[in-house]
């Protein structure tokens, strides 16, 4: 506490400065605390980490670090102020090295759908900006339910990078441009869905609208630490014997972007969008605060060092198989 004490009376001597430089609101204090609070209770794995209900893996490396799926439903819930029904069936987060919840960066969802086997056949017909569509018209029900439970209402701009399939490495991506009711930038879902022999694995990477071009970047990267293991890849499928998804990368496309006719499908795992209602409420205090609160959680890295570096690397290897890298497809267009 004495780190938080520190930052406040640093916010105190900085009141005669600008508007933007203002001491933090009631609502900013009990946020820092509650970050500081719950950084306090997350045990970081570097290396590789085993997804056993995905039969895949992540081989992190000293690049990022896991968080496992109760620490993460905790960052998703009360760290960045998301429902807690959005959290189910996550089974962790993935940051960069060096990064924590509370910085303005990225953090990737991790979780998977056993939805059998996805084909690829309607890759290219699909009409995904006709998805689009579908899910802005049902926005009202979905926000009627979300400011009753006490969330912003949230409106699916368009797409931020419309969905591109990559045949090589049997995975699909596309980007979500969201709009919370009362935040003053918007946030961006940046979605990488990995196809397996028995379900979708996927990476959601959670940030701000403005970051779009380091996110595509850093994802391109990222998304080539997912393999799934020996036996159960895209290619491993085998005909007659194994459970068959009933839709294609359109379904799935559909049903990542929450349109509801999806749930028809069997996706009953879906997550709508997450949000980052804690860091809005960091920023808004101005830069000086934002400062002040990047140094607390995130100046772990005062050696230059990564964040998960004192940490162990995760004591359960996977096997070393060779991996279906999902380099990044060239998005078809950009939405405005």
Not at 95 to 102: I, L, S
Request: hydrophobic share 45%; net charge negative; charged share 20%.
């Amino acid at each position: 506490m004495a780190k938080l004490k520190l930052i406040l009376a640093l916010c105190a001597s900085i009141a005669v400065a600008p508007v933007q430089a203002q001491a933090p609101s009631n609502e900013q204090q009990a946020a820092m605390r509650q970050a500081e609070a719950l950084m306090r209770d997350l045990h970081p794995v570097t290396g590789d980490v085993r997804i056993p209900e995905a039969s895949a893996g992540l081989h992190l490396g000293k690049d990022y670090y896991f968080l496992p799926a109760e620490e993460a439903r905790r960052v998703l819930v009360e760290g960045w102020g998301n429902p807690p029904e959005t959290a189910n069936g996550v089974l962790g987060m993935v940051f960069p090295a060096g990064k924590t919840f509370a910085d303005d960066v990225w953090g990737a969802v991790i979780t998977f759908e056993p939805t059998g086997w996805v084909s690829d056949d309607d890759a290219k017909s699909t009409d995904y900006q006709e998805l689009v569509e579908q899910m802005q018209s049902g926005e009202e029900e979905l926000n009627a339910e979300r400011t009753k439970q006490g969330y912003p209402a949230q409106h699916l701009v368009g797409w931020a990078q419309q969905p591109a399939y990559d045949v090589r490495t049997h995975s699909v991506v596309w980007a979500q441009n969201i709009q919370f009711a009362g935040a003053e930038r918007n946030t961006l879902n940046y979605d990488v869905r990995l196809l397996g022999r028995n379900g979708v694995l996927s990476l959601n990477m959670v940030t701000s609208m403005d970051k779009l071009a380091e996110t595509r970047t850093a994802a391109a990267k990222f998304a080539q630490a997912a393999a799934f293991d020996t036996g159960a890849r895209y290619a491993d499928y085998k005909p007659g014997i194994d459970k068959k998804a009933e839709f294609g990368v359109g379904g799935l496309v559909a049903a990542g972007v929450g349109v509801a006719a999806a749930k028809k499908l069997g996706l009953l795992g879906i997550i709508l969008a997450f949000g980052k209602k804690f860091i809005v409420l960091l920023l808004a205090g101005g830069a000086a605060i934002a400062g002040a609160v990047r140094r607390l959680f995130g100046g772990r890295k005062a050696e230059d060092e990564g964040y998960a570096s004192d940490y162990g690397s995760g004591s359960a290897a996977f096997e070393d198989t060779p991996a279906e890298t999902a380099a990044e497809p060239t998005p078809d267009r950009t939405a405005p």
